[in-house]
């Protein structure tokens, strides 16, 4: 694996814009959505015992690993070595579940909750990441945040996703979800961190609505 130390660079004119859209979507989003967000948070501590919202350690731009806040759709201290081992079987090419829809994401998961479930179709899980975009750990649009143990799978070309701040949605939410192989996936997120532009994440931020009201892969 390539080494990428992350180093103090003077933003272009296209990141200030890119970081003055954050911002001004963090802000919004968050006040719009706070009734949602106690929603949530009650319907999680009804439904099962631990903290409604968790940190996970993620790989940030130049690599520099950061805490993901999410809310909670697992129980409690779940083991997360069904998700390595998924990843693994994934890398494989072997599909995960028979939804045709979802084949490379773990719809029969048993450590996750009935409000969880809700929270996976609906990406409302996903909320909690405004506060990243806020602290300039994450952008509104970018790749997925990978899970430290993911990168294990990475070729060196991969690492360009690194490039650029990971998202709360993007390309692999807008086109792929769990439809497609974490290859493809890796793909798009390269072809993300190469050429986007501000019309590109405007495009993308307003194709995600639809994507998840349709809620294929979704799961």
């Not at 990843?87 to 829809?101: F, T």
């Not at 790749?143 to 070729?155: D, K, S, T």
Request: glycine share 6%.
């Amino acid at each position: 694996m390539p080494s990428h130390e992350a180093t103090r660079r003077k933003a272009t004119p296209r990141e200030f814009g890119k970081r003055a859209l954050d911002v001004a979507i963090g802000v919004l989003a968050i006040v719009v959505l706070a009734p949602i967000f106690m929603v949530v948070w009650i319907a999680i501590h009804l439904d099962s015992p631990g903290p409604a919202v968790f940190r996970q350690r993620r790989i940030g731009r130049d690599e520099k690993p950061f805490n993901c806040f999410k809310f909670r759709t697992l129980r409690h201290n779940a083991d997360e070595n069904v998700h390595r081992d998924a990843i693994r079987r994934a890398w494989a090419k072997e599909p995960l579940s028979n939804d045709p829809d979802a084949p490379y994401k773990l719809t029969d998961d048993p450590r996750v909750t009935r409000v969880g479930r809700w929270l996976r179709r609906t990406s409302l899980d996903e909320l909690p990441q405004l506060l990243n975009v806020l602290r300039g750990e994450m952008s509104i649009v970018g790749p997925r945040p990978a899970i430290p143990y993911e990168l294990e799978y990475f070729r060196d070309w991969h690492h360009k996703r690194h490039i650029v701040k990971p998202g709360i949605t993007g390309i692999c939410q807008v086109r792929g979800r769990g439809r497609v192989c974490p290859e493809v996936m890796l793909e798009m997120d390269v072809e993300y961190a190469m050429n986007w532009t501000l019309w590109t994440d405007l495009k993308l931020i307003a194709l995600t609505l639809p994507a998840v009201l349709r809620g294929h892969g979704a799961r």
